[in-house]
């Protein structure tokens, strides 16, 4: 009799701890995931990520383990709409929330309602800067210092054998929106630092002149101009505006020993590809200027289309939304999380319509 009631306390056990480990197993995970907008094709694509990681999880685990709310506002300058957005949010008590913030103070105070309920937050694209101590835990996005970087790398594959040509110092122009933004700032100084490594190797030494910021951050060896076999010369206008763009790069295009120009987004690659209008300077030629630009829009992906731009470096919204997924998976499960470089490409027109590149390009 004690026999069987052991062996019948035992299977109950059994029974119970598979219960257990099959109702843990089948719990379904709830994302809230704000974004800065919802109708571009940047924030589209994004989306497009995030759906198809889910589907993936949720077909390597046979039943819906992942689910998900993606909204942003019509316009990335409506910030009380995502405010509201991000509050409704938080209501929502999901496991984990994603966001990629307009406006990091109007915030602050949903954000510490998420962090008071326990309720883990992943940054994407540019993430929460300034967020409160603790509150976000990781972030998606690109790492615009290697972005930068894959410019330069390219670029100078294109113009090596140019350089070793001159018989007189080149010079490089890079034309920056800013001197402030980490996107900005990290890509400009990414391209500048990668540059002078590439250029050192061969045995030229690089000057760097214009805006200071560029100027004093930039690792690379101080050269004087008089010196150097290359200069880079890094523009910054006075206001954050693709005419003003233009007006800058239009005086680096200018220039008689100009050899190539970057604009290290998509505001200053436009501008170059206006100033360029005029002046009609730049091709994918050996004997042209060699124009490459970062992000895409309907304008720098016809002028790469046609040639007028060499190339670009696109971020991967695609990726953005995949491995947001899984941080957020991760983060609500209490796994550790950390910051997540989601990759880019550099396109030319070469390849500018392949699968791969073509679903990270947006308007």
Do not use: H
């Amino acid at each position: 009799m004690k026999k069987s009631l052991a062996l019948l306390l035992a299977l109950a056990l059994v029974v119970s701890m598979c219960s257990f480990a099959i109702a843990t197993e089948a719990k379904t995970y709830s994302f809230e995931i704000v974004s800065k907008g919802f109708q571009s094709t940047y924030w589209q694509a994004v989306l497009k990520g995030s759906t198809s990681q889910a589907k993936l999880i949720n077909d390597e685990a046979g039943y819906e383990k992942v689910k998900f709310n993606f909204v942003g506002p019509d316009s990335e300058s409506d910030i009380a709409s995502q405010v509201n957005m991000f509050e409704s949010a938080v209501n929502a008590k999901p496991d984990a929330i994603g966001l990629a913030a307009l406006d990091v103070n109007a915030l602050n105070a949903n954000i510490a309602a998420a962090q008071e309920a326990g309720i883990p937050i992943i940054g994407f694209d540019s993430g929460v800067p300034n967020a409160p101590e603790g509150a976000v835990l990781a972030n998606a996005s690109t790492n615009n210092y290697v972005a930068g970087q894959v410019v330069a790398e390219n670029l100078y594959a294109k113009i090596k054998d140019r350089i070793a040509a001159a018989s007189a110092p080149v010079r490089i122009g890079e034309i920056n929106q800013d001197a402030t933004s980490e996107s900005i700032t990290n890509r400009g100084l990414g391209f500048i630092d990668k540059f002078i490594e590439l250029a050192s190797v061969d045995g030229y030494k690089v000057a760097v002149i214009g805006n200071e910021k560029y100027v004093t951050d930039s690792k690379g060896e101080k050269v004087a101009e008089s010196e150097a076999n290359i200069i880079i010369e890094a523009r910054v206008p006075a206001q954050t505006t693709a005419e003003l763009c233009a007006t800058e790069a239009g005086v680096v295009l200018s220039q008689a020993d100009t050899l190539a120009i970057f604009g290290s987004n998509q505001t200053a690659a436009e501008g170059i590809i206006t100033a360029n209008e005029i002046l009609g300077v730049c091709g994918s030629d050996d004997t042209q200027i060699i124009a490459v630009g970062f992000d895409s829009g309907t304008v720098i992906k016809a002028a790469v289309t046609a040639g007028t731009m060499y190339g670009a470096v696109t971020q991967s919204p695609v990726g953005i939304g995949e491995r947001l997924i899984d941080m957020l998976l991760a983060a609500a499960s209490g796994e550790a999380v950390e910051d997540t470089d989601t990759g880019c490409a550099f396109y030319t027109a070469a390849n500018i319509a392949s699968e791969e590149i073509a679903q990270n390009l947006y308007d």
